[in-house]
């Protein structure tokens, strides 16, 4: 009888051992957040014959960041399938430690190449959205009306909604929930005239991140050239150049606590 006892007794106890884990898993399921990367599909440098598309590093330094941190990343594009990488933002001198991870990740390089459609996501199903810039953006996430309501509804269930390089000039037609530009009065930053000019694609790009940021309304804040500058007004995170791609990611970590 006593060993029966303390065999239905393990037994007990290893039953509400496992519940517990179960409920520990699920807890921590429950707590994971989910944030939506959104790339561009366009690849196409104006009129120069050359080829565009998002720049690496201001996916891969945001990418690892917030995957190392068990954030569950989704990569989304207008067109889906394969985002373009700009071929710029893979020469040498354009290389950072993410960048040689993602070169090394078949797992990464695999999420670019079969992105989800843009239109077949759901913002109630993120806790934030982050856009990665490059060039391609001006051209189509700029316009896309997908993303600008996307964006828009973002927006209005108060989450966080981060940019980078020349992704804030994603915001161009986005408004905020009085019909304004949703920029208009807040602080801002991104691309700077200054570094589009010493790239040498001032009179390529549809319009400067700068002077559309100004235009409408943004409180625009730059550093020097290629330093990290990043702006947080609220949910709107903004950052100035690929050197700010990781920090825009922290910050987009921290609104998410």
Known sequence: ???????????SLSSLTANSQQINSKQQNNDQKNVL????SHDELGDTGEKTGFWIE????PYYNLLDKGVKITVASPK?????????????????????RFNKDKSA??????????????????????YP????????????KTSIALIETFNKQEKPIAFVCHAPGILKDVKNAEGEP???????????????????????VPFLVEDMLKENGGIFSKAANWNVHVVKDGNLITGQNPASSNKVAETLYESLK
């Open 58 to 61: 201001e996916f891969a330094a």
């Open 80 to 100: 889906g399938g394969k985002a373009p990488i700009d071929p710029r933002s893979k020469a040498e001198a354009s290389q950072t430690e993410a960048t040689k």
């Open 37 to 40: 990367f959104v790339l561009t």
């Open 1 to 11: 009888m006593k060993y029966s006892y303390l065999i239905v007794l393990a037994l």
């Open 182 to 204: 949703l920029v208009k009065g807040k602080n801002v930053t991104g691309f700077t005239n200054t570094e589009e000019e010493a790239v040498q694609l001032t009179n390529v």
């Open 109 to 130: 390089q695999e999420i670019i190449n079969t992105t989800v459609k843009l239109e077949e996501v759901e913002a109630e199903d993120f806790d934030a959205v982050f």
């Open 133 to 144: 810039g490059g060039h391609g953006p001006l051209w189509d996430l700029a316009e896309d």
